[in-house]
């Protein structure tokens, strides 16, 4: 059964940081570009991240960029999301996602998904 599952999520003060990861079960990430993204109550969901098979792409949008990282440890199956500064508006539902190629674009439709992790930033 192919299954990604999010963690590390949680409630975090304005300015605090918090790491999310993506592990894969059943398939191997390596063989595939991850996405994060993040939907907030009456939002649309929103791509916020993603990484090439190698790592060696990464894009972010503007609300995020320069605050939030993203990493993978394909020996580990797993992919990061390293989230700085963070902002009241960044609490959502974070998601992560995998999609086969070699296209790093939160554009793309995405296979698999997992079932997301809460962020809440509120002081």
């Known amino acids: 059964q192919l299954q990604l599952v999010e963690s590390g999520g949680g409630l975090v003060q304005p300015g605090g940081s918090l790491r999310l990861s993506c592990a894969a079960s059943?398939?191997?990430?390596?063989?595939?570009?991850i996405g994060w993204f993040r939907q907030a109550p009456g939002k649309e969901r929103e791509g916020i991240s993603c990484?090439?098979?190698?790592?060696?792409?990464?894009k972010f949008p503007d609300s995020v960029k320069g605050r939030f990282t993203i990493s993978r440890d394909n020996a580990k199956n797993t992919v990061y999301l390293q989230m700085n500064s963070l902002k009241p508006e960044d609490t959502a539902v974070y998601y992560c996602?995998?999609?086969?190629?070699?296209?790093?674009?939160?554009?793309?439709?995405?296979?698999?998904w997992g079932q997301g992790t809460q962020v809440t930033v509120s002081s």
């Open positions: 996602a995998a999609v086969g190629g070699s296209v790093c674009s939160s554009e793309r439709k995405y296979d698999y």
């Open positions: 059943g398939f191997r990430l390596d063989y595939f570009v």
């Open positions: 990484i090439s098979r190698a790592g060696g792409s990464t």
